[in-house]
């Protein structure tokens, strides 16, 4: 009989990780992913709706339209999952029993943690990034400030990412020079790789770009324009964007099978839960020390998909593991960006900003529809 | 050992920095003023970036004591 493997969250991970088990399984697996919406979001692309750079419509498409023929889609949120009975309980009070389960199921935004918060800007969901770009159209000139409201986030590089793309912005529109850009950061650097923030920093100064370090947001007035950090320091905005805290999904609060911030607990090479040997994690979801991105759930799904579909055909399981691989694009402006490549025990290395890397993320961006969800690029 | 009474450890061995100091910086977020909070770190950066937040947030850095592979840092939420 086939095995039961059940993919919740249709993001980056799930959807390719489902697709890449049916393949390989030699129809020895029956595959579903339940999906809260039915519709894929492609979320790096939040940043350039953000500045104008790109159209929301252009970010998604039908999950159904993404995944195998063999692949069945069921749209509902996961409520709970019951590990002991192994099953999966639905919104709609539907079950799906499992012999294999990967979780994918992201992280979520919670701009409340944190006092006054709700009144910024944010680029980190669909909506907030419309509403930012129509806030930047209306702006003609003053004090904007990109802060860190909690770590960690996605996407590490992408605060300093939108103050590059944002300068870009200001400047085409003949409004740099009425504008001041502050950027604050939680760490004593640009954001948290070293060797990255060493080759951006210098450009943050030569584009006129403040950067206040140590800056971790505690709360915000909305009345005052004021937003004041951990450390104890005020700084005044006309336009505040910040990265909103994050946290795991409820469901996995619900089920017991995460920490205090919901982020579900695996080991850091197999991705396999710490207590349930046919639970696994992925992406976003997970409590490793790695970046959230969608980078890593790509890398993450391919090394879950060769577990599961060694375990199902009764083999030994891979001994290639997950080794911490990330590699990411950083948009430096003005048509540049750099790369981000490192591994748990490989220390991050960038190239010097060029035009191509800023054309090879460009290029990933619209060719992704038709490679990483599929499982075409390794 | 410390003579002082620790409120809550955190071992971030192994964690790449940044790693070390954003859970020292959550610890504090949602402690007491007065807690005292242990952080083992075998990450370089951690003997810079540390001291130089606790000293930046006005917080007090109790002691800095260097063991096999790792270094204790023990720090007063002050504030």
Redesign the interface.
């Known amino acids: 009989m086939a095995a039961q493997v059940l993919v919740l969250g249709g993001g980056v991970g799930g959807t390719m990780c489902a697709n890449v088990i049916a393949k390989r399984s030699g129809g020895r697996a029956h595959v579903t992913v339940v999906d809260a919406t039915g519709i894929h979001v492609f979320q790096p692309g939040f940043l350039y709706v953000a500045v104008g750079q790109e159209r929301p419509s252009a970010l998604q498409r039908s999950e159904a339209s993404l995944l195998r023929h063999d692949v069945r889609l069921v749209v509902d949120r996961a409520r709970k999952v019951d590990p002991a009975a192994k099953r999966v309980i639905l919104a709609s009070g539907r079950t799906l029993p499992y012999d294999e389960l990967v979780i994918a199921t992201g992280s979520r935004t919670v701009m409340d943690e944190v006092p006054g918060a709700r009144s910024a800007h944010d680029f980190y969901t669909m909506a907030g990034a419309v509403q930012l770009f129509k806030a930047l159209e209306a702006f003609d000139g003053g004090m904007i400030v990109i802060g860190v409201a909690g770590?960690?986030y996605k996407c590490p590089p992408a605060p300093v990412e939108f103050a590059f793309l944002l300068d870009d912005y200001l400047r085409a529109r003949g409004i740099r020079n009425k504008t001041e850009v502050k950027l604050l950061s939680?760490?004593?650097r640009a954001f948290?790789i070293?060797a990255t923030s060493k080759l951006v920093q210098p450009i943050l100064a030569e584009r006129g770009i403040e950067l206040t370090?140590?800056f971790?947001v505690?709360s915000v007035d909305p009345m005052a324009k004021t937003v004041t950090s951990?450390?104890?320091e005020t700084v005044s905005y006309d336009l505040l964007v910040l990265v909103p805290p994050h946290r795991g999904q409820k469901v996995i609060e619900d089920s017991g099978l995460g920490d205090e911030r919901g982020w579900i607990t695996v080991d850091k090479n197999t991705l396999k839960h710490e207590k349930f040997p046919d639970i696994w994690a992925i992406g976003d979801a997970t409590s490793i020390?790695i970046s959230k991105s969608g980078s890593v759930a790509h890398y993450e799904a391919s090394v879950v998909a060769d577990e599961i579909v060694a375990a199902i055909r009764g083999e030994a399981a891979p001994t290639h593991v997950y080794d911490g691989k990330v590699m990411c694009f950083l948009e430096t402006g003005q048509g540049q960006a750099t790369t981000i490549r490192f591994d748990?025990t490989h220390p991050p290395v960038s190239p010097r900003p060029a035009r191509i890397w800023h054309w090879g993320k460009a290029v990933f961006n619209k060719t992704y529809w038709h490679t990483v969800p599929q499982g075409r690029l390794p | 050992m410390f003579a002082m009474q620790i409120d809550k450890t955190i071992d971030a061995r192994g964690m790449a920095c940044p790693g070390p100091l954003m859970n020292l910086i959550g610890a504090i977020r949602q402690g007491q003023v007065g807690q005292v909070f242990e952080v083992l770190s075998s990450d370089e950066g951690s003997k810079t970036d540390i001291p130089a937040w606790v000293a930046k947030a006005k917080h007090e850095l109790v002691e800095v004591v260097q063991d096999h592979g790792y270094t204790h840092f023990v720090v007063r939420k002050a504030r």
């Open positions: 770590i960690p939680p760490l004593n948290t070293e370090s140590f971790n505690e951990l450390e104890g020390p748990y």
